[in-house]
């Protein structure tokens, strides 16, 4: 836009042509919701195409009420082991808000609620999803960073990066999962967001076979559990089964078998369902190394059953390779357990 022209809209505007130079420049932003509607209406433009919501669209009220609502529930059903029940919640709310996005309404507030939907969606999937199937996972984790970059929250895009992160690790994209963990551990604004981004950034460290990183990271966790608030991610008992599957990973069998052989530490706070599944696997698979048959077929065993009734194929994948050669039975009752799970899931 031309001096001229800046002068005529700041005319227009009721603005200083410097203030619409500098709104223009990106050197200004604006926020103010009361401000741009009076742009709006001054341009006749639809308040929606810069942002801002109708007063008296009360269905788009009603509806982030409830999308809100669902995206909480949808967690909450993940944690206690019903993420299918979180997915099937999921998807409406996903279709509509791009629904809406699709014909240019951009207000701040659906934004973020498709950001964490997308987010939660990829995250449940991940829970149900099997190994060769995972990268849908990732899929909607990643669909949530555009939106996330848009509205310039650090703390939603440390989560975004974590969760998308986490998710890439799951689908065997190791190197970029370190790399957006890592990130997100870089970006993250305080301490208790620095410490659930560690954990995760460890497990991916060990998977890489990465020894100084999964060490730095634990031992950051670590310290950090005595400073911030236990969570079903930030707790001692997630931290064990992390620390004995990346010792494993980065080829110190002999430490983890020490390790595991300790006493397990006392849970802290409520562990998510899924959680005691992982855990079960990764002390069965250290039993195993250590020459424990017995005590591994009972662990993977228990694995199985808890797999099962939280379909968990991707646990179950876990499991067939644990077991394998060494304890067939296992082997064989996770196998099929696993078929019968792709089945339902195919019908």
């Known amino acids: 836009m031309n001096c001229q022209s800046q002068s ?8 200083d042509k410097t203030y619409v130079s500098a709104i223009e420049l990106g050197k200004r932003r604006l926020t103010d919701v009361t401000a741009l ?6 341009l006749a433009l639809p308040p929606h195409v810069l942002g801002v919501t109708d007063l008296t669209d009360t269905d788009f009220r009603a509806m982030l009420q409830f999308g809100q609502s669902t995206v ?5 059903a993940r944690q206690t082991g ?3 029940e979180a997915v099937t919640e999921l998807w409406p709310l996903i279709a509509r808000l791009e629904a809406r996005a699709h014909d240019g309404h951009t207000e701040r507030e659906a934004l ?10 990829g995250t449940a999937l991940g829970n149900v999803l099997p190994e060769e199937r995972l990268a849908t996972a990732a899929h909607w984790t990643a669909k949530s960073l555009s939106v996330v970059g848009y509205l310039n929250d650090p703390a939603l895009t440390t989560t ?8 890439l690790r799951k689908a065997g994209l190791i190197g970029a999962a370190v790399n957006r963990l890592a990130r997100a551990a870089s970006l993250a604004p305080n301490p208790m967001s620095r410490a659930a981004v560690l954990p995760l950034l460890a497990r991916a460290a060990g998977v890489l076979g990465n020894a100084p990183l999964f060490d730095r990271a634990i031992q950051e966790t670590r310290a950090l559990l005595d400073q911030v608030d236990h969570t079903s991610l930030v707790n001692p008992v997630a931290l064990h089964e992390i620390e004995l599957r990346g010792l494993i990973g980065t080829g110190r069998t002999r430490a983890a078998i020490l390790r595991a052989e300790q006493a397990a530490p006392a849970p802290t706070t409520a562990i998510a369902s899924q959680w005691r599944v992982i855990e079960l696997i990764t002390t069965g698979k250290v039993r195993l190394l250590a020459g424990d048959r017995h005590g591994a077929t009972e662990l993977l065993t228990q694995a199985v059953g808890e797999a099962r009734v939280q379909r ?4 179950l994948q876990r499991i067939i390779r644990s077991s394998e050669d060494a304890l067939p039975e296992v082997n064989d009752a996770a196998a099929q357990t696993l078929s019968q799970l792709r089945n339902e899931m195919a019908a």
Request: hydrophobic share 45%.
């Open 72 to 76: 909480r529930l949808a967690e909450i």
């Open 8 to 15: 005529e809209t700041g005319a227009l505007l009721g603005y």
């Open 82 to 84: 019903h993420a299918s």
């Open 37 to 42: 509607r009076h742009i709006a209406d001054r």
């Open 112 to 121: 973020r609620l498709l950001a964490d939907a997308r987010l939660g969606l």
């Open 312 to 315: 968990l194929p991707h646990q």
């Open 160 to 167: 975004a990066l974590r969760m998308h992160g986490n998710e």
